[in-house]
């Protein structure tokens, strides 16, 4: 299966893997996750001490045995949603090199029908109250630390679509801010003041106003969001001490850490959300979704209480970015002002 000037899928089957998941487009954050995972069962693999054939052995070698044993070690460290999403990992590994020919056969297939974890894809996530969501929220000292989370908060966005936002993106109704930034709004907010519009074109490795990006959003549509008065507060705090972004596209939110002036990524935003995470003991080491706040908790948070609030499920799901033209037209074509007035009457306080 050697290609020439390609990682040999015998002498390193985990490299031609991971090499042709770049082929396949998937994300560095994505492909460093099968590494580190994949690694970690080749080391388990070539320790005689530690599997079950007691000595080393490749995983072209490996079988149904072998794989669980490896399934085995995880649980009791880490949560079952987590020993569930890893052996997915090793089976779509197996899955994809039994097709090309590399192995012979999968022998995850049966470990998998054998398992009790499964992937959930809507977990039962920790409770937290608005009152405990406030007091997390006002101990967010930095204002860049203290506006990205509100945003996270007050709009559902994607961690990639909040590191996405130029200051083009953005129309607040206030006179500093619009003397400062507001030279290249959007045509589609320039009249609906105090407004965010979320693209649906990023992408990663797009270059979107003048900047390759490093994150995708998600959305069927772009999307329109209204900026209360809390949020726009929040915002206009952050904007008074932004540093002068390195980037022509003037991403909103930038670093004013070691990559100063630089886009935010979503892997800063994690280590952000992270930290503070832990500190409140919302976050611990191994956890799963359905205990460990992270930026995707606070789109579940929106979520959940708007849609409580509201009853308005159209809305909602239009906020969040997950719908198209087709539920908009059972409204009135003043859709705009329909979604502004419930989310108006609906979104929580946070400060």
Same mark, same amino acid.
């Given at each position: ?5 390609q ?15 770049v ?19 080749? /080391? ?11 000595? /080393? ?25 987590? @020993?569930? *999403? ?6 779509r ?7 090309v020919? /590399? ?19 809507? =977990? ?24 990205? @989370? ?5 709009t ?32 589609? !907010?320039?009249?609906?003041?105090n407004s965010?519009?979320?693209?649906s074109? =990023?992408?990663?490795g797009?270059? @979107? ?15 329109? !969001? ?14 008074? !001490?932004?540093?002068? /972004? ?18 935010l990524?979503?892997? &800063?935003?994690?280590a &952000?959300?992270?930290?503070h ?12 979704a ?41 409204? *009135? ?5 329909? @979604? ?12």
């Amino acid at each position: 299966m050697g290609v020439s000037n390609q990682t040999d899928a015998t002498a390193d089957p985990v490299g031609y893997f991971l090499q042709d998941m770049v082929y396949h487009g998937k994300s560095e954050r994505t492909r460093n996750a099968y590494e580190r995972v994949l690694r970690e069962f080749e /080391a388990f693999l070539a320790d005689g001490s530690r599997n079950p054939r007691g000595t /080393a052995i490749t995983p072209a070698d490996a079988g149904q045995r072998d794989c669980m044993a490896w399934v085995h070690t995880m649980r009791g460290r880490l949560a079952e949603s987590t @020993v569930a *999403t890893y052996a997915s990992y090793l089976h779509r590994f197996y899955a994809y090199m039994t097709q090309v020919g /590399a192995f012979d056969s999968n022998p995850m297939t049966l470990v998998r029908e054998e398992m009790d974890e499964r992937i959930n894809k809507d =977990p039962t996530r920790r409770e937290i109250t608005l009152p405990a969501m406030r007091e997390f929220v006002q101990g967010l000292g930095h204002p860049l630390e203290q506006a990205v @989370v509100v945003t996270l908060l007050k709009t559902g966005m994607r961690v990639g679509e909040l590191c996405n936002v130029d200051c083009r993106d953005i129309h607040i109704e206030d006179e500093w801010v619009k003397s400062t930034y507001d030279s290249s709004i959007r045509v589609a !907010i320039e009249a609906r003041p105090n407004s965010l519009f979320v693209a649906s074109e =990023p992408s990663r490795g797009l270059v @979107v106003n003048g900047e390759k990006r490093t994150a995708s959003n998600k959305r069927k549509r772009d999307t329109v !969001i209204p900026i209360d008065a809390e949020l726009r507060r929040v915002l206009k705090r952050w904007l008074a !001490i932004r540093p002068d /972004a390195a980037s022509s596209a003037a991403p909103l939110f930038v670093s004013t850490g070691d990559e100063w002036g630089k886009r935010l990524t979503p892997e &800063m935003v994690r280590a &952000m959300v992270k930290t503070h995470a832990r500190e409140a003991g919302w976050y611990r080491s191994g956890g799963g979704a359905e205990e460990n706040v992270t930026p995707h908790y606070f789109r579940h948070f929106f979520t959940t209480h708007l849609r409580d609030a509201t009853g308005e499920r159209g809305v909602v799901k239009y906020l969040r970015g997950d719908v198209a033209e087709d539920i908009i037209d059972t409204y *009135t074509h003043n859709w705009g002002d329909r @979604v502004r007035e419930v989310y108006a009457e609906n979104i929580y306080s946070l400060l």
